[in-house]
T-cell receptor, first 115, second 115 residues
Framework: EPEVTQTPSHQVTQMGQEVILRCVPISNHLYFYWYRQILGQKVEFLVSFYNNEISEKSEIFDDQFSVERPDGSNFTLKIRSTKLEDSAMYFC?????????????FGPGTRLTVL | AQKITQTQPGMFVQEKEAVTLDCTYDTSDPSYGLFWYKQPSSGEMIFLIYQGSYDQQNATEGRYSLNFQKARKSANLVISASQLGDSAMYFCAMGSGAGSYQLTFGKGTKLSVIP
């Protein structure tokens, strides 16, 4: 069964460093998303991406964040200068389009720790 | 704005018994979808079940069913014949639109299945 994959599973970085989180969405899906979950809290939407551009972004997704689909399979989230409060689980998700509200399937997540 | 409320931070259920996890929502959108996801201790987000706002019948997927009461704006998840592997966090979420959409999550309910 197709699934969303994410690498790395864990990332530890120093404050101020840049990190790139990678995702491979389900191959025939058209819509891609990033969410984050700070430890013990609910999942929060960051950004959605379609047709090589951002569809929607939340207040969390400020200038420190960027997304890219560098090739036909990968979808990346870059955090330019990490802060302590960026420590969280980051989930990539993807969905298809059958004319309605297609289910978003999540990857296993990348746990980011900023020291 | 959309809002999801899960009022049960934790629930216990005896193995083989049924359990209901509560979810209420608020939205001004006439068309929307409600989702339930399971998050085991390993951290991944697993899609369980979906209910569209215009669906006439309550959704079912194996041991999972969704008790959808539109007038009361509730979308409770019912798990029948609980198994030890059902112990996890359960998140209710909603979205609206078509194609690309933002999921709004509740705070989750931690379910513990007792042998």
């Amino acid at each position: 069964e197709p699934e969303v994959t994410q690498t790395p599973s864990h990332q530890v970085t120093q404050m101020g460093q840049e990190v790139i989180l990678r995702c491979v969405p389900i191959s025939n899906h058209l819509y891609f998303y990033w969410y984050r979950q700070i430890l013990g809290q609910k999942v929060e939407f960051l950004v959605s991406f379609y047709n090589n551009e951002i569809s929607e972004k939340s207040e969390i997704f400020d200038d420190q964040f960027s997304v890219e689909r560098p090739d036909g399979s990968n979808f990346t989230l870059k955090i330019r200068s990490t802060k302590l409060e960026d420590s969280a689980m980051y989930f990539c998700a993807s969905s298809g389009f059958t004319g309605g509200l297609d289910t978003q399937y999540f990857g296993p997540g990348t746990r980011l720790t900023v020291l | 704005a959309q809002k999801i409320t899960q009022t049960q931070p934790g629930m216990f259920v005896q193995e083989k018994e049924a359990v209901t996890l509560d979810c209420t929502y608020d939205t001004s959108d006439p068309s929307y979808g409600l989702f339930w996801y399971k998050q085991p201790s390993s951290g991944e987000m697993i899609f369980l079940i979906y209910q569209g706002s215009y669906d006439q019948q309550n959704a079912t997927e194996g041991r999972y069913s969704l008790n959808f009461q539109k007038a009361r704006k509730s979308a409770n998840l019912v798990i029948s014949a609980s198994q030890l592997g059902d112990s996890a966090m359960y998140f209710c979420a909603m979205g609206s639109g078509a194609g690309s959409y933002q999921l709004t999550f509740g705070k989750g309910t931690k379910l513990s299945v007792i042998p």
